[in-house]
Nanobody, 115 residues
Framework: QVQLVESGGGLVQPGGSLRLSCAVS?????????MGWYRQAPGKQREWVAD???????NYADSVKGRFTVSRDNAKKTVYLQMNSLKPEDTAVYYC????????WGKGTLVTVSS
């Protein structure tokens, strides 16, 4: 059984920063698996935000490029999403995903960017 637990969400003012974490547990060879961050804003479909390979190569959606940074700690089986210069349009539930034959998702953490 593979479980993912996101944390670090909250309310932040525009221009502020948050750091999300996604802890992975269970029978999975974490260090070789790519990890992804996704988000779903109210009334919208879930969208891809960023991903990171097992060796640390990263990709970002254009909407977050230059503001968000994804990283991972394989020893802790945790992936992070550092979010800077947050905008109201970044408000969403943020999810992490790992794929190993099937996709495993966390339950998400809510990020609200508002003054």
């Amino acid at each position: 059984q593979v479980q993912l637990v996101e944390s670090g969400g909250g309310l932040v003012q525009p221009g502020g920063s948050l750091r999300l974490s996604c802890a992975v547990s269970g029978n999975i060879f974490f260090s070789i698996k790519p990890m992804g961050w996704y988000r779903q804003a109210p009334g919208k479909q879930r969208e891809w935000v960023a991903d990171i390979t097992g060796v640390g190569n990263t990709n970002y959606a254009d909407s977050v490029k230059g503001r968000f940074t994804v990283s991972r700690d394989n020893a802790k089986k945790t992936v992070y999403l550092q979010m800077n210069s947050l905008k109201p349009e970044d408000t969403a539930v943020y999810y992490c995903k790992i794929s190993s034959g099937t996709d495993y998702w966390g339950k998400g953490t809510l990020v609200t960017v508002s003054s």
